[in-house]
């Protein structure tokens, strides 16, 4: 691509094409985004100041600023977690799964109680095809044993062990996508036996709303109409497309990953995941 191109491209906002020909838009730059950028500026080799833009840039969806950032910051610091485990979930949402399996991997050594390093290390285990070690990745955090080392992380991370609500269902709702994709039925019913109507979620409910659903306890109203939209399409479609491939019911899981991936959600992990799917061939062309 030429440099006018790339140009061209920054003008109209144009970060990424998904591996489907979609072209993915970056967001407008915010307050936050141009005062960590002039800081910066100011202090160029600061490594707080490279994680402070890095992390704007990410919130605006623009990770080709973001990611060499982070690369400057491990390679000054090669033993701090934080740029490892942040450069691993932006490839992911570059679609550079197994390089984002190595960072997070690095991650895991540093941080290894981290909830999430570990929670995206899965992910992107399970973007790649790895379900048996997704299964085991989210596992390995799911059943954090009290008292063991949590390694060397930033005091205001998620820890493993103690998992509130929220963290938890999140979790659960990969691992039982995980299991079912590793071909371990049984081993997934299992995993719903704790999930439960009072389980206090308050952000991700729709993941609670998805484990509710693959225990029969929630129909077709999660995902029909209205509710198939923005967010709540990325983080329950995915789950109900992907609950009826697994059931045999192809024809419904195809529809649903093809109108996920019709919307401009690109960097979500629903919309990842779905375009996954397409990729391989999962659905006919």
Not at 45 to 52: K, P, Q, S, V
């Amino acid at each position: 691509m030429s440099m006018t191109t790339l140009v061209v491209w920054a003008l109209l906002g144009q970060e990424f094409v998904t591996p489907l020909g979609k072209v993915g838009n970056a967001t407008a730059d915010t307050p936050e985004l141009k005062a960590a950028v002039a800081a910066l500026a100011e202090k160029p080799n600061d490594t707080e100041r490279m994680l402070a833009a890095a992390r704007a840039y990410d919130r605006v969806l623009k990770f080709s600023e973001s990611i060499p950032l982070y690369t400057q910051v491990i390679a000054a610091l090669p033993g701090d977690v934080r740029a490892y485990r942040y450069r691993g979930h932006r490839l992911i949402s570059t679609r550079k799964f197994r390089e984002a399996i190595r960072d997070l991997k690095r991650a895991e050594q540093i941080a290894p109680g981290s909830f999430d390093v570990l929670y995206h290390l899965a992910l992107a285990e399970y973007l790649n095809g790895e379900y048996k070690s997704a299964a085991r990745t989210y596992a390995r955090c799911l059943d954090w044993k009290a008292g063991t080392s949590a390694g060397s992380m930033p005091s205001d991370w998620r820890s493993c062990e103690g998992l509130n609500d929220d963290s938890r269902v999140a979790m659960l709702n990969w691992r039982y996508a995980a299991l079912r994709r590793a071909g371990q039925t049984a081993d997934a019913a299992r995993l719903l036996a704790g999930v439960s109507e009072r389980m206090e979620v308050k952000e991700n409910v729709a993941y609670h709303q998805a484990l509710l659903y693959y225990r029969g306890e929630r129909g077709d109203e999660i995902f029909e109409g209205a509710r198939l939209t923005g967010s709540s399409l990325m983080a329950a479609g995915y789950p109900v497309a992907n609950f009826a491939l697994m059931e045999g019911n192809k024809d419904k899981a195809c529809q649903l990953f093809r109108k996920i991936t019709s919307t401009d959600n690109w960097a979500a992990f629903g919309y990842i995941a779905a375009e996954a799917e397409l990729v391989k061939g999962t659905c006919p062309r």
